[in-house]
């Protein structure tokens, strides 16, 4: 069965700190890889989408950056966090197959707290 | 765009239906997804509609999808203290990506 782990659960960091996050997922191979953000009191937003080693698309400017440095690994990073990085950060994975249902599976989420 | 829009809040009491909306904007998109979130944890997947159906029925849960309008709607029968959640409507791009809306939070009162 495939399973996706994300970590670490919960982060404070203070202004200006670099941030890496990462989120592997177990059990598929060439998985679509996504990073989303939930800041309080609002949706999802799709920051990151992978669908191959070393291929990102960013969905919206901002201050992080993704890599794919292996299959089944995604990773968020940030040189220097802004108190508007703040928020709860989801990886999810999802099977592309045309034409076919291309559901989503998530991980437990990254609380993250910039100071 | 790639909008996917959703009421923010709905009230309801034990008991009672709940019935959450959301529209989007993509009509190639190919399969339309509802989600649960509860507090503090990730999303898990509730059910999902194919495009070329009008409804799906899963025990207590009613997909209601009309393209016409791109109007998806979720309905909760008997909905318990236990459902309270967010709930997220996502449509499904040619390539895989997944679009959410805001999210619906549902408090249920006893």
């Known amino acids: 069965s495939q399973t996706i782990h994300q ?10 700190s670099p941030l890496s996050l990462e989120c592997t997922v177990e059990g598929t191979s060439n998985p679509n890889l996504y990073w989303y953000r939930q800041a309080a009191g609002r949706g999802l937003q799709l920051l990151f989408y992978s669908v191959g080693i070393g291929q990102i698309s960013s969905e919206v400017p901002q201050n992080l950056s993704a890599s794919r440095p292996q299959d089944r ?7 220097k ?8 950060y989801l990886c999810a994975w999802s099977k592309y197959t045309r034409g076919a249902n291309t559901e ?5 989420g990254t609380r993250l707290t910039v100071v | 765009g790639e909008d996917v829009e959703q009421s923010l809040f709905l009230s309801v009491r034990e008991g009672d239906s709940s ?3 959301c529209t989007y904007t993509d009509s190639s998109s190919t399969y339309l997804y509802w989600y649960k979130q509860e507090p503090g944890a ?12 009008d409804m799906k029925q899963d025990q207590r849960l009613t997909v209601l999808l009309n393209k016409k309008d791109k109007h998806l709607s979720l309905r909760i029968a008997d909905t318990q203290t236990g459902d309270s959640a ?5 449509e499904s791009k040619g390539t895989g990506k ?6 619906t939070t549902l408090q249920v009162k006893p």
């Open chain 1, 7 to 16: 970590w670490p659960a919960t982060l404070v960091q203070p202004v200006g």
């Open chain 2, 86 to 90: 967010i709930y997220f409507c996502a």
């Open chain 1, 73 to 79: 690994q995604f990773i968020l990073s940030s040189k």
């Open chain 2, 42 to 53: 990730g999303l898990q997947l509730l059910t999902y509609i194919f495009s070329n159906m």
């Open chain 1, 81 to 88: 966090l802004l108190l508007s990085d703040s928020g709860f």
């Open chain 2, 19 to 21: 019935v959450i909306n």
């Open chain 2, 98 to 103: 997944l679009i959410f809306g805001q999210g």
């Open chain 1, 104 to 108: 989503a599976f998530f991980g437990q």
